[in-house]
């Protein structure tokens, strides 16, 4: 069983914002999901992926990309051409 | 020579569409002055994509998606984005933050979903294809819900570039037609190798469908028929493989064993991706602007609140956890052996068969507000979300009614069979037209 505050770290963790009067629901819900995931206590095999995957990657050299007009119409706090974003520190 | 426009202002009824383009233009090509609806997480330049999600609400790409830019380059009009679950989370379409689409066969009951605007503007008959994305079956849910066809190709086979992300090891993008010729044009537009998705393939789709299915052999495995499936739905989609069966195919009986926890595998694998591919909605480049004097914590957790629906919350939050030290091993490690069993018996049954086929859903269209747990709207993709883990391509193709209803029948094949699955849909239509 998860509890309403293990619920609520988690939501920390994950920048989600939980209302006060969501959490009961939430971690209800939650729960009952999490029972039903433990069907996979079912699994067995050791998985290791037997995939023939290779990495992809281009080579690293300047392509041509979005105009800074393009890339900044959509941010809606900016400062000189730059995004702004929320004090880290 | 100036661009040539349609004319696109369709009364909507059933909501299908979050956008439309009143004069949209088009150019020469295979589908020159086609009107194609595109789903709202699939980038458009220049025309406003949401994911359905207020958190987008007002954002305009700045570039097309590879299938975008595809559908252009054979003469396609793009006419409008359509409705959908919140970034692509959920089946009914319920869960869009603009309110959900409506069933043009019953306008009280849903659509199904994720790409429920999708298949609806094409039952509807405002346009004759459309793309949907398909994650866990959203493609093709919506398809039987509404009584149309919709095809989840190959992983790998169409690109995922500037579809907005929620699940990348298990979504592909692809078509719904009113019928299968429509899915295979569509399809031969938008399958091919881009080199901007890594995942994608260089496998092109030029391909008329056929209706020639003597000697396929089907796989008819007994999970698809078992309990939590209705009874009549399932007595429609064994008349429909009986009429498969009298155009000269055969059916082999077998068993998908990990079908009893590919559910979980599934809500595992693509919370937990969800939860790493969301994180990037924050306010800061794109959406609601977050309060920059708080600290970003603070600020991006109001921002979320207020701008994801609580599925979309839910899931971040499922797959945090499933990702969390401590919880790792006994969730996400687990789920991916899962998928590799998933696929071994995929691998193990196609070894004797060509197609493996049964009902695409559990059941008819749901009531709206019908599926208010969670947990209960998962279970409904029981029947899809196989073909999603392992890869393969699925097709579902109308096969009769329950309860004056659509119900589909689902092909799914081998990796890379697109055509054969839908050589044996396009068989079964042309036998009942």
Not at chain 2, 243 to 254: H, K
Not at chain 2, 317 to 343: C, M, P
């Amino acid at each position: 069983m998860v509890s309403e505050h293990e619920v609520q770290h988690i939501a920390e963790l994950a920048d989600v914002g939980i209302n006060t009067d969501e959490l009961e629901t939430f971690t209800h819900q939650f729960n009952a999901i999490l029972d039903y995931f433990d069907t996979l206590d079912l699994v067995r095999g050791d998985g290791a992926a037997k995939d023939d995957m290779v990495n992809v990657m281009r080579e690293d050299k300047i392509e041509p990309s979005l105009p800074q007009e393009d890339v900044l119409r959509n941010a809606p706090a900016q400062e000189d051409g730059f995004i702004k974003a929320p004090r880290v520190m | 020579m100036a661009a040539r426009t349609i004319v696109f202002e369709p009364a909507d009824p059933c909501h299908a569409f979050l956008t439309t383009c009143s004069r949209a233009e088009y150019s020469d090509g295979p589908l020159a002055g086609v009107a194609v609806a595109v789903k709202d997480n699939i980038s458009t330049k220049g025309i406003e994509t949401t994911c359905a999600s207020k958190i987008l609400k007002g954002y305009v790409p700045p570039y097309d998606a590879h299938v975008v830019g595809l559908l252009k380059a054979a003469g396609a009009a793009v006419v409008g984005k359509t409705n959908m679950d919140e970034f692509g989370m959920g089946t009914t379409t319920e869960n869009s933050a603009f309110g959900p689409t409506l069933n043009p066969s019953d306008t009280g009951r849903v659509p199904g979903g994720s790409s429920g605007g999708s298949a609806a503007a094409i039952a509807a008959g405002m346009v004759t294809m459309a793309l949907g994305t398909d994650t866990g079956g959203s493609i093709r849910c919506p398809a039987a819900f509404c009584g149309i066809t919709g095809l989840k190709p190959t992983y790998g086979r169409v690109s995922r570039f500037g579809l907005i992300a929620y699940a990348n090891s298990l979504e592909q993008i692809g078509p719904l037609g009113k019928n299968v010729s429509d899915v295979a044009t569509l399809m031969g537009v938008i399958a091919g190798h881009d080199h901007r998705d890594s995942t994608s393939r260089n496998r092109p789709f030029s391909h008329s469908p056929k209706n020639e299915i003597k000697g396929l052999k089907i796989g008819i495995p007994e999970e698809y028929f078992g309990p939590g499936v209705d009874p009549e739905v399932a007595s429609v989609v064994r008349k429909a493989i009986g009429r498969l069966v009298e155009l000269g195919a055969t059916t082999v009986p077998c068993s998908i064993p990990s079908m009893q926890y590919a559910l979980a595998a599934y809500y595992v694998t693509c919370t937990s991706e969800a939860s790493s591919n969301l994180a990037r909605f924050d306010g800061v480049r794109y959406g609601p602007a977050p309060d920059t004097k708080k600290s970003w914590h603070d600020a991006y957790q109001e921002v979320r609140r207020e701008g994801f629906g609580p599925e979309v919350r839910r899931r971040i939050l499922l797959g945090t956890f499933a990702l969390s030290s401590g919880y790792y091993g006994k969730y996400y490690a687990k789920a991916q052996v899962a998928r590799q069993n998933v696929k071994a018996d995929f691998a193990r049954i196609f070894a004797g068969v060509d197609v493996i086929a049964g009902p695409t859903m559990p059941s008819i269209a749901f009531k709206l507000g019908e599926k208010s747990d969670p947990l209960s709207m998962y279970l409904a993709d029981i029947l899809t979300v196989p073909a999603n883990l392992a890869g393969i391509p699925a097709i579902s193709v109308p096969c009769g009614k329950v309860r004056g209803m659509p119900v589909g029948l689902q092909i799914m094949g081998k990796h890379f069979e697109d055509e054969r699955v839908m050589d044996a849909a396009y068989a079964y239509e042309q036998a009942v037209i």
